[in-house]
């Protein structure tokens, strides 16, 4: 799709310039970034495979009619633990559409759509956005991670925001990528009509409370993108989590949620300590094998994971049980 500039970082020193001409699309998105509430939780989906390692679609549609009864603000399709790296373009937007189909009305559906380059990103983020997503999540491209300073970062999630028909939601995963998105590239991207918000997995409290004092001129959201920090993220002007743990702990999740912004801290913080090893487990410990098994334990269909994932051994099991049981969850 051909657009027309309206927003660019430009010079050596990615100087932020207003925006000038819009298309009747980018301003579209631009009202719908202006919009788009994404306070609450949301759970970054498993994918289910069969035995084969085939997208399993149906176990992923019952999976969809358990979390409907949860109140989560919406779903996070194909980010990190829905296993995106090792999905083809096609699955990914397949499954999309799959999740768009089952979705309750009203509940907000944001899709991975990042990609190592910048045209292949803005390829899948309109393929995305047709599939059915309100919103993309646009992880940081990070094979030449050396040369991934903020300019190239600026430019890249710039183009993405230009031509997106849907609002943008960086995505900063250094746990994943070995790459942080700098403060002051959030801070210049934050500016840009498009882009809605950010999603930070980092967990330190401090930059996320930078970025929430610095952008508070902006209608910029910054969503805590681990349960481990959820309630600190909150206290610092955080507006939402995406985390991996309310693939199993949905309702947990949403009650923490529900105490952190009514103020009841005192309760917040005993349900928060209480989800820091589950939490630890299912992610940085043990990772989306340990999430899955996690999920089948609650009632889910996690099952396999596609190579070269591996099953967990049976002592990984056992630790991941005494992280759960040892604080009362199982």
Same mark, same amino acid.
């Given at each position: 799709?051909?657009?027309?500039?309206?927003?660019?970082?430009?010079?050596?020193?990615?100087?932020?310039?207003?925006?000038? %001409?819009?298309? &009747?699309?980018?301003?579209?998105? #631009? !009202? +719908?970034? @202006?919009?788009?509430? =994404?306070?609450?939780?949301?759970?970054?989906?498993?994918?289910?495979?069969?035995?084969?390692?085939?997208?399993?679609?149906?176990?992923?549609?019952?999976?969809?009619?358990?979390?409907?009864?949860?109140?989560?603000?919406?779903?996070?399709?194909?980010?990190?633990?829905?296993?995106?790296?090792?999905?083809?373009?096609?699955?990914?937007?397949?499954?999309?559409?799959?999740?768009?189909?089952?979705?309750?009305?009203?509940?907000?559906?944001?899709?991975?759509?990042?990609?190592?380059?910048?045209? %292949?990103?803005? &390829?899948?983020?309109?393929?995305? #956005? !047709? +599939?059915? @997503?309100?919103?993309? =999540?646009?992880?940081?491209?990070?094979?030449?991670?050396?040369?991934?300073?903020?300019?190239?970062?600026?430019?890249?999630?710039?183009?993405?925001?230009?031509?997106?028909?849907?609002?943008?939601?960086?995505?900063?995963?250094?746990?994943?990528?070995?790459?942080?998105?700098?403060?002051?590239?959030?801070?210049?991207?934050?500016?840009?009509?498009?882009?809605?918000?950010?999603?930070?997995?980092?967990?330190?409290?401090?930059?996320?409370?930078?970025?929430?004092?610095?952008?508070?001129?902006?209608?910029?959201?910054?969503?805590?993108?681990?349960?481990?920090?959820?309630? @600190?993220?909150?206290?610092?002007?955080?507006?939402?989590?995406?985390?991996?743990?309310?693939?199993?702990?949905?309702?947990?999740?949403?009650?923490?949620?529900?105490?952190?912004?009514?103020?009841?801290?005192?309760?917040?913080?005993?349900?928060?300590?209480?989800?820091?090893?589950?939490?630890?487990?299912?992610?940085?410990?043990?990772?989306?094998?340990?999430?899955?098994?996690?999920?089948?334990?609650?009632?889910?269909?996690?099952?396999?994971?596609?190579?070269?994932?591996?099953?967990?051994?049976?002592?990984?099991?056992?630790?991941?049980?005494?992280?759960?049981?040892?604080?009362?969850?199982?």
């Amino acid at each position: 799709m051909q657009c027309v500039r309206a927003w660019r970082a430009l010079s050596s020193r990615c100087r932020v310039l207003p925006p000038r %001409a819009w298309t &009747r699309t980018q301003s579209h998105a #631009a !009202a +719908a970034a @202006a919009r788009l509430d =994404l306070s609450g939780i949301y759970p970054p989906i498993a994918t289910p495979f069969t035995v084969k390692e085939d997208v399993d679609y149906q176990k992923l549609e019952e999976n969809l009619h358990k979390y409907a009864k949860i109140p989560f603000k919406g779903l996070v399709v194909q980010g990190s633990n829905g296993e995106y790296p090792f999905l083809t373009e096609e699955e990914r937007v397949e499954v999309v559409k799959a999740v768009r189909r089952s979705l309750p009305k009203g509940k907000l559906l944001m899709a991975g759509s990042g990609c190592e380059s910048t045209g %292949a990103t803005v &390829r899948l983020t309109e393929k995305m #956005a !047709a +599939a059915g @997503a309100d919103a993309v =999540l646009v992880v940081t491209p990070c094979f030449y991670k050396g040369k991934m300073d903020s300019c190239a970062l600026i430019s890249h999630f710039t183009k993405v925001a230009d031509s997106s028909p849907v609002p943008v939601v960086l995505y900063s995963v250094p746990a994943n990528t070995g790459l942080e998105l700098p403060v002051d590239a959030v801070l210049q991207l934050s500016q840009h009509p498009n882009i809605l918000g950010l999603k930070d997995s980092g967990g330190d409290i401090t930059r996320i409370g930078l970025i929430v004092h610095k952008t508070k001129m902006q209608d910029f959201q910054v969503l805590a993108g681990s349960a481990g920090f959820l309630m @600190a993220a909150y206290c610092v002007g955080a507006i939402g989590g995406v985390c991996a743990l309310a693939n199993v702990l949905g309702q947990e999740l949403c009650e923490l949620e529900r105490l952190c912004v009514s103020g009841r801290w005192e309760e917040a913080r005993v349900l928060q300590q209480r989800l820091i090893e589950p939490n630890a487990a299912v992610t940085r410990k043990l990772g989306v094998p340990a999430l899955k098994q996690a999920m089948e334990w609650f009632g889910f269909h996690g099952g396999v994971c596609r190579s070269p994932l591996q099953a967990l051994t049976e002592t990984e099991i056992q630790q991941l049980r005494r992280d759960f049981s040892s604080n009362g969850w199982l």
